[in-house]
Nanobody, 117 residues
Framework: QVQLVESGGGLVQPGGSLRLSCAVS????????MAWYRQAPGNQRDLVAL????????LYADSVTGRFTISRDDGKSTVYLQMHTLKPEDTAVYYC??????????WGQGTQVTVAS
């Protein structure tokens, strides 16, 4: 079955950077569009960035455009999210998943990103 293991989160000061990783197994990774989502306390889970098969046409939420970069390594079945110029409003639990999310409703444990001075 699908397994999604996110890592790389942490506490960072405003203006700092983090790189998130998500190791994926149980699906044909290279044939799936992949995405990063985030959920802040009290909010719904929102799409942050999307990368299509073969790495083409990344799409970003307006709030992160120009600051975040999504990438994928099909050989490692891993998707990344490089985050720069982090803001307090980026604080959330970050999840990866296919796009649309896997039909079973499965989500990994996520990785906490906290931006605070």
């Amino acid at each position: 079955q699908v397994q999604l293991v996110e890592s790389g989160g942490g506490l960072v000061q405003p203006g700092g950077s983090l790189r998130l990783s998500c190791a994926v197994s149980g699906i044909f990774f290279r044939y799936n569009n992949m995405a990063w989502y985030r959920q802040a306390p009290g909010n719904q889970r929102d799409l942050v960035a999307l990368i299509y098969i073969n790495g083409s046409r990344p799409l970003y939420a307006d709030s992160v455009t120009g600051r975040f970069t999504i990438s994928r390594d099909d050989g490692k079945s891993t998707v990344y999210l490089q985050m720069h110029t982090l803001k307090p409003e980026d604080t959330a639990v970050y999840y990866c998943n296919t796009h649309p999310p896997v039909s079973s409703g499965y989500w990994g444990q996520g990785t906490q990103v906290t931006v605070a001075s």
